[in-house]
């Protein structure tokens, strides 16, 4: 059984540039959700995805964009990139509307900002 | 964007000790979850609380769901090496898994053999 699984595990950039990270949920599970954790920091919410909808958003700028596919994996897209933008980017994958049911976290892609 | 208040930051103990650690909102929350991440990894769920006064145990980890519905706390009873680890608390306004996650700073645990 298949968790959840992120890829790339890590990439370096420069200012300026455009990003895309992927995330596979866990096997059985609809919704991607993605957080941001900075160095020192907790995750923080950045969007949820379920039936291909971004249905919850948190505090981040347009920058950031997402898409989920018919097989409910998904994709962050972050562009023109900061240097602030530079952590570990999570995905976790929950079944939707059910009680309960914690969300499963991936090992998270390293983006690095230069 | 909001952080809960966990506490201690970091703690250094001896191979054996209890380990105690907690978490407080302004917030009211219906479910705390606990996590622990280590480097290189995502967070790995501990123990989930769905109930307000609710105790809960996995092994030598207990966690209780405040009365007040906001806070928690997470113990460890006679820690070992391979607890080391940085401990997250995470508040949830749903039981329902399609509910954003507002997590701590986190506590960084380092056991001494």
């Known amino acids: 059984d298949a968790g959840v699984t992120q890829s790339p595990t890590h990439l370096i950039k420069t200012r300026g540039q455009q990003v895309t990270l992927r995330c596979s949920p866990k096997?059985?599970?609809?919704?991607v959700s993605w957080y941001q954790q900075a160095l020192g920091q907790g995750p923080q919410f950045i969007f949820q995805?379920?039936?291909?909808?971004?249905?919850q958003r948190g505090n981040f700028p347009d920058r950031f964009s997402g898409h989920q596919f018919p097989n409910y994996s998904s994709e962050l897209n972050v562009n023109a990139l900061l240097l602030g933008d530079s952590a570990l980017y999570l995905c976790?994958?929950?079944?939707?509307?059910?009680?309960?049911?914690?969300?499963?976290f991936g090992d998270g892609t390293r983006l690095s900002i230069l | 964007g909001q952080q809960l208040n966990q506490s201690p930051q970091s703690m250094f103990i001896q191979e054996g000790e209890d380990v105690s650690m907690n978490c407080t909102s302004s917030?009211?929350?219906?479910?705390w979850l606990w996590y622990k991440q280590d480097p290189g990894e995502g967070p790995v769920l501990l123990i989930a609380?769905?109930?307000?006064?609710e105790l809960t145990s996995n092994g030598r980890l207990t966690a209780q769901f405040g009365i007040t519905r906001k806070d928690s706390f997470l113990n460890i009873s006679a820690s070992i090496p391979s607890d080391v680890g940085i401990y997250f608390c995470?508040?949830?306004?749903?039981?329902?898994?399609?509910?954003?996650?507002?997590f701590g700073k986190g506590t960084l645990l380092t056991v001494n053999p």
């Open positions: 995470a508040g949830q306004f749903s039981g329902g898994s399609n509910y954003k996650l507002t």
């Open positions: 976790a994958s929950s079944l939707w509307g059910l009680s309960n049911q914690p969300q499963h």
């Open positions: 917030s009211i929350f219906n479910t």
């Open positions: 609380l769905y109930k307000a006064g």
């Open positions: 096997s059985g599970h609809d919704t």
């Open positions: 995805y379920y039936e291909e909808e971004e249905r």
